[in-house]
Nanobody
Framework: QVPLVESGGGLVQAGGSLRLSCAAS????????MAWFRQAPGKQREFVATISGTGFTTNYADSVKGRFTISRDNAKNAVYLQMSSLKPEDTAVYFC?????????????????WGQGTQVTVSS
């Protein structure tokens, strides 16, 4: 059973917005840092944003800072990524991930739980 399931991806025009959701099942992730990563065709998976277990600490990749906002609702065992001012270079499969610990990090190797991804396509 996949513990994390992403939704909300789709096709949007440049300058538009999308909100991705990640629902956790099978266990609670309220004490875990969570993050979003993305992978474009032919490229390596890259860090997008992370949020601490409490939600008080967030960090973003420079490429999305000021345009994307990560948030979480521990009562719903969910994390979100609000994406605005989307660009064609934001096109990728977006993955939700959860750490086995509380601290935020941009290193994908430190996240032990992953979703299957949701496609985001931004047309020019």
């Amino acid at each position: 059973q996949v513990p994390l399931v992403e939704s909300g991806g789709g096709l949007v025009q440049a300058g538009g917005s999308l909100r991705l959701s990640c629902a956790a099942s099978g266990r609670t992730f309220s004490n875990n840092a969570m993050a979003w990563f993305r992978q474009a065709p032919g490229k390596q998976r890259e860090f997008v944003a992370t949020i601490s277990g409490t939600g008080f600490t967030t960090n973003y990749a420079d490429s999305v800072k000021g345009r994307f906002t990560i948030s979480r609702d521990n009562a719903k065992n969910a994390v979100y990524l609000q994406m605005s001012s989307l660009k064609p270079e934001d096109t990728a499969v977006y993955f939700c991930a959860a750490r086995t610990g509380p601290g935020t990090t941009s290193l994908s190797a430190l996240y032990g739980y992953w979703g299957q991804g949701t496609q985001v396509t931004v047309s020019s």
